[in-house]
């Protein structure tokens, strides 16, 4: 019987809470590569995943933070990939927002070393110098299918507030069914204070999270070109598929230009998730795709991702639903009722 081909999602920030607690030692318990990943922490006087993961109970002051939970998220997600590569034909590989560095890594385009070393520099600098805030709020009804007008109407609400004095608000993902505002303090208030009123769906502020992907992190990017050499990278091994929706195929991508794609454009401007998961359709045509853990909060954006684009006739929560009820083609990793699926 052939191996199933499949498209490797990583998940972003935000995805190691309080029920991901112990995830690295439940699912990875004595992997090497652990016991490496906490020698790099400690010598960086960080606190090691090991003490983390293990810790009696969740702390969202210390778990949520970027230089702790973009760690734990790396190993988790890394390492569940490995698993998943071992048991699938993996034909591309991609991520959101933090999961474009684990991607690199797991697509081959850096080593599991280089890779940590890129997610820990990244997200201390984040947590260090990141300015802003970032908002979650949907834009499709209860059965994932795009309310009309309403998309639009949320981006013309961001730059009609972008364009107040002292308010900065832009797009910072498309993720499905559902936007990702980013921007100051003035910007996202405004923008919550609106959107309260005009509907009643209620908007998302998000923990320990900056304004990724829009231009107030430009001293954040500059400051990760600073600190990681254009040798950290090399030409992937698996196609890698970024969040504009291009392909970086392997064995045949120039690493300057993948360098100056992940420490500029990837960090300062709009993360587009959805276009990521349609490009990953259309090029590949996978039999599943595969969201390594930790947690199980990306699958809802890659379906609505899907039913937007209608594929394999799937157009609504209804009929994704129904589909993978009789042949799945989407597997959490970060769920137990799927995890076995993609091992």
Same mark, same amino acid.
Request: proline fraction near 5%; hydrophobic fraction near 40%.
């Given at each position: 019987?052939?191996?199933?081909?499949?498209?490797?999602? &990583?998940?972003? #920030?935000?995805?190691?809470?309080?029920?991901?607690?112990? %995830?690295?030692?439940?699912?990875?318990?004595?992997?090497?590569?652990?016991?490496?990943?906490?020698?790099?922490?400690?010598? =960086?006087?960080?606190?090691?995943?090991?003490?983390?993961?293990?810790?009696?109970?969740?702390?969202?002051? $210390?778990?949520?933070?970027?230089?702790?939970?973009?760690?734990?998220?790396?190993? &988790?997600?890394?390492?569940?990939?490995?698993?998943?590569?071992?048991?699938?034909?993996?034909?591309?590989? %991609?991520?959101?927002?933090? @999961?474009?560095?684990?991607?690199?890594?797991? @697509?081959?385009?850096?080593?599991?070393?280089? @890779? =940590?070393?890129?997610?820990?520099?990244?997200? /201390?600098?984040?947590?260090?110098?990141?300015?802003?805030? $970032?908002?979650?709020?949907?834009?499709?009804?209860?059965?994932? $299918?795009?309310?009309?007008?309403?998309?639009?109407?949320?981006?013309?609400?961001?730059?009609?507030?972008?364009?107040?004095?002292?308010? /900065?608000?832009?797009?910072?993902?498309?993720?499905?069914? =559902?936007?990702?505002?980013?921007?100051?303090?003035?910007?996202?208030?405004?923008?919550?204070?609106?959107?309260?009123?005009?509907?009643?769906?209620?908007?998302? #502020?998000?923990?320990?999270?900056?304004?990724?992907?829009?231009?107030?992190?430009?001293?954040?990017?500059?400051?990760?070109?600073?600190?990681?050499?254009?040798?950290?990278?090399? /030409?992937?091994?698996?196609?890698?598929?970024?969040? #504009?929706? /291009?392909?970086?195929?392997?064995?045949?991508?120039?690493?300057?230009?993948?360098?100056?794609?992940?420490?500029?454009? $990837?960090?300062?401007?709009?993360?587009?998730?959805?276009?990521?998961?349609?490009?990953?359709?259309?090029?590949? *045509?996978?039999?599943?795709?595969?969201?390594?853990?930790?947690?199980? %909060?990306?699958?809802?954006?890659?379906?609505? *991702?899907?039913?937007?684009?209608?594929?394999?006739?799937?157009?609504?929560?209804?009929?994704?639903?129904?589909?993978?009820?009789?042949?799945?083609?989407?597997?959490?990793?970060?769920?137990?009722?799927?995890?076995?699926?993609?091992?």
């Amino acid at each position: 019987m052939s191996r199933k081909t499949a498209v490797l999602i &990583c998940p972003g #920030r935000g995805t190691y809470n309080k029920p991901e607690l112990g %995830t690295l030692a439940r699912t990875h318990a004595n992997h090497p590569n652990i016991a490496e990943w906490d020698e790099m922490r400690r010598e =960086m006087g960080q606190e090691t995943l090991t003490s983390l993961d293990g810790a009696a109970r969740f702390s969202a002051a $210390q778990h949520t933070t970027g230089d702790n939970a973009s760690a734990l998220i790396y190993a &988790c997600s890394l390492l569940d990939a490995q698993l998943a590569i071992s048991s699938h034909d993996i034909v591309a590989v %991609t991520g959101n927002s933090l @999961g474009w560095y684990i991607a690199l890594a797991v @697509g081959g385009a850096a080593d599991a070393r280089a @890779g =940590m070393h890129i997610v820990n520099t990244m997200g /201390t600098l984040m947590h260090q110098h990141g300015p802003g805030g $970032q908002i979650l709020l949907p834009f499709v009804n209860d059965n994932w $299918q795009p309310i009309p007008g309403e998309e639009q109407r949320l981006l013309d609400l961001i730059a009609q507030i972008n364009s107040k004095p002292n308010h /900065t608000l832009s797009l910072s993902i498309h993720l499905g069914g =559902m936007l990702v505002v980013a921007g100051n303090d003035a910007g996202l208030n405004t923008f919550e204070t609106t959107v309260s009123d005009r509907s009643s769906r209620k908007p998302l #502020r998000l923990p320990n999270h900056a304004a990724f992907h829009t231009e107030m992190m430009q001293q954040v990017a500059a400051l990760g070109r600073d600190s990681l050499p254009n040798a950290l990278l090399n /030409t992937p091994k698996i196609a890698l598929i970024d969040g #504009r929706g /291009t392909v970086w195929h392997p064995h045949a991508s120039d690493t300057v230009a993948l360098y100056d794609y992940t420490f500029d454009h $990837q960090i300062t401007r709009t993360y587009d998730f959805t276009k990521a998961i349609q490009s990953a359709a259309r090029n590949f *045509a996978p039999d599943r795709f595969v969201i390594t853990g930790p947690g199980a %909060t990306l699958g809802g954006a890659v379906a609505q *991702a899907l039913i937007a684009i209608k594929w394999q006739g799937i157009d609504s929560k209804e009929a994704f639903l129904a589909r993978q009820t009789s042949d799945p083609i989407l597997i959490s990793m970060g769920r137990e009722d799927q995890r076995a699926l993609a091992l």
